[in-house]
């Protein structure tokens, strides 16, 4: 195919003797990379897994932290991307190597990776996540009922997040997909995905992960619109970049209606001003990543002219954040871990009005570990500004 792709299917202590256990997770921020991947597959015990994901900071020199972990994962199936921080087993961090790991006793994983997403094949890809699928259900039937759901990471300065989880997700089926741009702190210089022992960029990874527990995707936002619109009408869509709102200078314009001022935007006032754009009924956020020295704004997300746009407002951040973990706690019958992927925008939101530290607590005590991202994947969906996921019930009795 035009647009390169590979695939994996590794089944790790597949026999059924294998005592149900608990999810595992780890982070360590050991500076070397053969320190920190030593004591971080010590945790997690590695030949006791099914499948691994993890999340690393850009700060790692990743030839070699790829290196280390080929030499001790051999076999099974490992993904993951760079990110803009880390969600640890203990909460918020940055500067972190953290990792989810998935019993053998309870999961499969099988993963396929898509490169070279300029000459993207839409009918090859759509061929190879079927199969990938049918090898999932194939490899599981041993689990009885069984639970799929599919892990998107992708080179989160592609551009290509909507044609992607579109496609892909029409090819699962009833496998919802969740997932989320890889991200480099807010850099945005160089994002990479992980996959069969090498740090790719311009890549995306599909994971089947399989399971006789039960699994719940999600999205949540805490946005909701407010009463200030806005047009867009002159814009650059290949480059997801806004020359004009209004028929104005884009940024002058944005910073107008929120009642900032031009020199100060910058992520913190982004991630308080999130523009929102309606579709299919609901209201999802067109996150900005940059003001730019030309007066324009580049996007997180597709955005094209003509597009209404209006400025969101924030409702309750904690409140919300309970009442999500109490739904998926019901829904999985008591979460074991949540797999989450959070926008680095909330983020930033969090620092600015003092939740960082009882978000971190929160996030902790419901056992979500993930990542901060340059954008979130939810069925067909790329969005902004989520924490989005998927809940894993508890081991069965």
Do not use: W
Request: proline share 4%; net charge negative.
């Amino acid at each position: 195919m035009t647009g390169g792709h590979n695939q994996r299917m590794t089944l790790t202590r597949t026999d059924d003797m294998i005592d149900a256990m608990p999810i595992r997770v780890a982070s360590t921020r050991i500076d070397d990379p053969e320190l920190a991947v030593r004591a971080l597959f010590r945790d997690l015990d590695v030949p006791a897994l099914g499948g691994l994901v993890l999340f690393c900071s850009s700060r790692y020199p990743l030839d070699d932290l790829a290196a280390a972990i080929g030499s001790r994962g051999d076999g099974l199936t490992i993904v993951g991307c760079t990110s803009s921080g880390e969600i640890t087993p203990d909460g918020l961090d940055e500067g972190t190597i953290t990792a989810i790991g998935f019993p053998a006793s309870d999961f499969r994983l099988s993963a396929t990776c898509f490169e070279d997403l300029d000459g993207f094949d839409a009918g090859q890809a759509q061929r190879v996540v079927r199969a990938l699928v049918a090898d999932a259900n194939e490899a599981t039937r041993g689990f009885g009922t069984t639970h799929h759901a599919a892990i998107f990471l992708v080179d989160g300065l592609s551009h290509r997040e909507e044609m992607l989880t579109l496609t892909l997700q029409d090819a699962l089926g009833e496998v919802p997909m969740i997932g989320g741009s890889s991200g480099d702190g807010l850099d945005f210089r160089e994002t990479f995905v992980f996959y069969d022992g090498r740090f790719r960029r311009d890549a995306a990874v599909v994971a089947i992960l399989s399971s006789r527990r039960p699994m719940k995707a999600f999205r949540a936002q805490h946005y909701g619109p407010g009463s200030v619109k806005m047009v867009i009408t002159a814009a650059d869509t290949d480059l997801r970049t806004v020359h004009e709102i209004n028929a104005e200078p884009a940024a002058a314009e944005y910073a107008r209606l929120v009642g900032a001022r031009v020199e100060d935007l910058g992520p913190a006032v982004f991630a308080t001003h999130p523009p929102m754009v309606r579709a299919g009924g609901e209201y999802y956020v067109r996150s900005i990543q940059t003001a730019n020295p030309d007066g324009s704004l580049t996007f997180y997300c597709a955005i094209d002219e003509g597009i209404v746009l209006t400025l969101g407002e924030a409702g309750d951040i904690m409140g919300g954040l309970h009442d999500l973990f109490d739904r998926l706690d019901a829904d999985v019958g008591g979460i074991d871990r949540v797999l989450g992927f959070d926008c680095v925008l909330n983020s930033v939101e969090v620092e600015q009005r003092q939740l960082r530290s009882a978000v971190s607590r929160l996030f902790a005590s419901r056992g979500v570990v993930g990542f901060n991202t340059y954008g979130e994947q939810f069925h067909g969906l790329h969005v902004n500004q989520t924490f989005s996921g998927l809940a894993i019930g508890r081991p069965p009795c």
